[in-house]
């Protein structure tokens, strides 16, 4: 290792909102306190890069590395890690998990108040940027991960280590998409045996929530989404039912789902990221106990609306990051569920492809062609 001295390699660099990336030479700073350097074995685009990458200044902050769905194995360390060491298989994680909060203490929060999530670039404890182009100018990082680079420094915080056999490909889905998804159902919305479920979108996410309302045993897995290929792929994972809203002429949506269901689904999951989705997902959900549960970034920032009547009648909406998984605790359980046969993670990865290949692959997904497409260095 390079220990205490940057290192050069590629990176791709978005310099432009929604503008082809540009692979360039980068320095990456060594890693100090509780940073650790890891080099990406396989990285792959979760649309919240996406979503990120097409903001214009001055709300989006270019240039930029983005990346958070990534598995790597462990460079150097900072003087204060000891969790990890040179050579361990890491999965980052955008949120942290200090083990030591009172968030992480408790079984009711994944948000760790210790090294607090923030939306701006930098290193999570001190903000400092970790890379430099080829000219000496910053270049900014994206969810205290930027995987799309060959090297990244992540606090240890973010970090969970997985066994070093662990297939790279299928390890870093569970770095952001998968884990959402199945956690959401575990975790977020904890679905019980025979429930209703019904899924806004079925993207990597949308599907993550099929396998998850699968593992739990609902008993009816409606799928929404405007294509049709979708039901087919999301048959794989346990969809059982499925509407196109464009069929629905004279209904909205939400009725078609109270008369499937007698009245509404026990648990909806948005898995889009559209206010007026959000909106139809609350609104298919029962009265009495129906819960509604939100997945990603809006993608417009727009505000919700729902009638507040429709609350008063016992249905709940909530919101989860990371589908409320602890990520040092929880993923290594997820990672035993695909042990024993029991979680797919395979049938997500729709397409693989090198490094050097990663616009092709945000083509691909901007396209709505793939689920996970994966870039390997
Ligand atoms: C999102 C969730 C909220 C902040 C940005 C990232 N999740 C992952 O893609
Ligand atoms: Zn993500």
Request: glycine share 10%.
């Amino acid at each position: 290792p390079l220990t205490g001295k940057p290192i050069r390699c590629k990176a791709a660099i978005s310099r432009t909102a929604g503008e082809p990336l540009e692979i360039e030479e980068i320095e990456v700073a060594f890693p100090i306190d509780w940073e650790v350097r890891i080099k990406i074995l396989c990285t792959s685009i979760c649309h919240s890069d996406v979503t990120f990458w097409k903001l214009k200044a001055p709300i989006g902050v270019f240039p930029r590395i983005f990346g958070h769905e990534a598995v790597g194995v462990v460079e150097s360390v900072g003087a204060k890690v000891t969790e990890v060491k040179e050579g361990d298989t890491v999965i980052p994680v955008f949120i942290s998990n200090c083990q030591e909060c009172r968030d992480c203490k408790s079984k009711k929060s994944n948000i760790c108040t210790k090294v607090p999530f923030r939306f701006f670039p930098g290193m999570p404890r001190d903000g400092r940027s970790i890379f430099k182009d080829s000219k000496g100018a910053i270049v900014h990082n994206f969810l205290a991960i930027s995987s799309f680079s060959e090297y990244t420094v992540v606090d240890v915080s973010h970090l969970v280590k997985i066994e070093a056999g662990f297939p790279p490909e299928k390890a870093c889905l569970l770095s952001c998409g998968v884990t959402t998804g199945v956690g959401a159902v575990w975790k977020a919305a904890q679905v019980e045996e025979g429930s209703t479920v019904a899924i806004f979108g079925l993207g990597a996410v949308g599907l993550a929530v099929a396998e998850g309302a699968r593992l739990h045993k609902a008993s009816r897995i409606i799928g929404v989404d405007l294509s049709i290929e979708k039901f087919e792929i999301g048959k794989k994972f346990g969809v059982t039912d499925f509407i196109n809203p464009a069929d629905c002429k004279d209904k909205n949506i939400s009725e078609v789902i109270k008369e499937m269901t007698d009245g509404g689904a026990d648990y909806c999951f948005e898995c889009i990221g559209l206010a007026t989705v959000m909106s139809d997902a609350f609104n298919s959900c029962r009265k009495g106990w129906g819960k509604t549960v939100i997945l990603g970034v809006e993608k417009h920032g727009s505000p919700i609306s729902f009638s507040p009547a429709e609350v008063l009648w016992g249905r709940t909406f909530t919101g989860t990051s990371l589908g409320g998984i602890k990520p040092k605790s929880d993923i290594p359980v997820l990672i035993q569920w695909y042990m024993d046969k029991e979680l797919h993670l395979d049938e997500f990865i729709t397409d693989q492809m090198g490094f050097q290949d990663i616009n092709k692959a945000f083509d691909l997904l901007t396209q709505g062609k793939s689920l996970h497409n994966e870039v390997q260095s």
